[in-house]
T-cell receptor, first 114, second 114 residues
Framework: NAGVTQTPKFQVLKTGQSMTLQCAQDMNHEYMSWYRQDPGMGLRLIHYSVGAGITDQGEVPNGYNVSRSTTEDFPLRLLSAAPSQTSVYFC?????????????FGNGTRLTVT | GENVEQHPSTLSVQEGDSAVIKCTYSDSASNYFPWYKQELGKRPQLIIDIRSNVGEKKDQRIAVTLNKTAKHFSLHITETQPEDSAVYFCAASATSGGYQKVTFGTGTKLQVIP
């Protein structure tokens, strides 16, 4: 099993550009989520999904969109990038809709917005 | 929503000494408390977790304690080694709207001095 795969590893965007961060898992997990990691602020939840066709907002959803058309994939879209979105982004999944189950993280995407 | 506070933010110990990291949470509905280790430039990975029906759990040199009344839980690492140097995150997981939401602490950077 590859686990959770994120692409790209690094990305530089100009303000106003859009892009999609890809996330795929091969563990048949129902629960998938996106976090951003900023220095001194830990991991903050952006959006999450408990199954195909079901998504919801987390703690910091503004400026991001998600969709879940399949169990395996959970892309994160930045509609109009802003410097405040410079961060490291982690996708994570867990079994059982996340109930009392550990998160499996991808390797992260380091995004810089200039 | 849930609020998780983690202390200290940085911790330096001599190799062989013990390290203790403490977290408090606010939502009494939280029932799952995982700890993640993140080495520099890598993904967070689960090292130990505890559920609300258990007061203590141990795995070799690592132990976690949970005090539900006081709403705090702690990570204990004994006989520290240089490879324990990393950032450690605590998390609290609570049911919200029928689904589990995970809130992370802000992290503790542990340095083990050889």
């Amino acid at each position: 099993n590859a686990g959770v795969t994120q692409t790209p590893k690094f990305q530089v965007l100009k303000t106003g550009q859009s892009m999609t961060l890809q996330c795929a898992q091969d563990m048949n997990h129902e629960y998938m989520s996106w976090y951003r990691q900023d220095p001194g602020m830990g991991l903050r939840l952006i959006h999450y999904s408990v199954g195909a066709g079901i998504t919801d907002q987390g703690e910091v959803p503004n400026g991001y969109n998600v969709s879940r058309s399949t169990t395996e994939d959970f892309p994160l879209r930045l509609l109009s990038a802003a410097p405040s979105q410079t961060s490291v982004y982690f996708c994570a999944s867990s079994g059982g809709q996340g109930f009392n189950s550990p998160l499996h993280f991808g390797n992260g995407t380091r995004l810089t917005v200039t | 929503g849930e609020n998780v506070e983690q202390h200290p933010s940085t911790l330096s110990v001599q190799e062989g000494d013990s390290a203790v990291i403490k977290c408090t949470y606010s939502d009494s509905a939280s029932n799952y408390f995982p700890w993640y280790k993140q080495e520099l430039g890598k993904r967070p990975q689960l090292i130990i977790d505890i559920r609300s029906n258990v007061g203590e759990k141990k795995d070799q040199r690592i132990a976690v304690t949970l005090n539900k009344t006081a709403k705090h839980f702690s990570l204990h690492i004994t006989e520290t080694q240089p490879e324990d140097s990393a950032v450690y995150f605590c998390a609290a997981s609570a049911t919200s709207g029928g689904y589990q939401k995970v809130t992370f602490g802000t992290g503790t950077k542990l340095q083990v001095i050889p």
